[in-house]
């Protein structure tokens, strides 16, 4: 599967962004889907993820009820609304995708999109 992350940018402190993940190939699904994010001189963090189905999603503890992970099959995309952003946020987020159940370890991986967010 093959996967492109969209939708960063630069952000006021309490604004709001939509990243977008498009994916091809195989039966988009069949995979779980995640977003991690990587602030420089910081290990990755995994901050989202949702099953295939999308009845089970996964919250870091530093964006639970900020963020909402989201998927729709038909399109082939994974969403991730973050809203209240703080400029801990600031990162490149990744979205990854993962056969079997939802977890932190991931198999496929897209490009990173910048997000920025000023105080």
């Known amino acids: 599967v093959q996967l492109q992350a969209s939708g960063g940018g630069l952000v006021q402190a309490g604004g709001f962004l939509r990243l977008s993940c498009a994916a091809s190939?195989?039966?988009?699904?069949?995979?779980?889907m995640g977003w991690f994010r990587q602030a420089p001189g910081k290990e990755r963090e995994y901050v989202a993820g949702i099953s295939q189905s999308g009845g089970i999603t996964y919250y870091a503890g530093s964006v639970k009820g900020r963020f909402t992970i989201s998927r729709d099959n038909a399109k082939n995309t994974v969403l991730l609304q973050m809203n209240s952003l703080k400029p801990e946020d600031t990162a490149v987020y990744y979205c990854a995708a993962k056969l079997g159940v939802l977890g932190p370890q991931y198999d496929y991986w897209g490009q990173g999109t910048q997000v920025t967010v000023s105080s």
């Open positions: 190939g195989r039966t988009f699904s069949s995979y779980a």
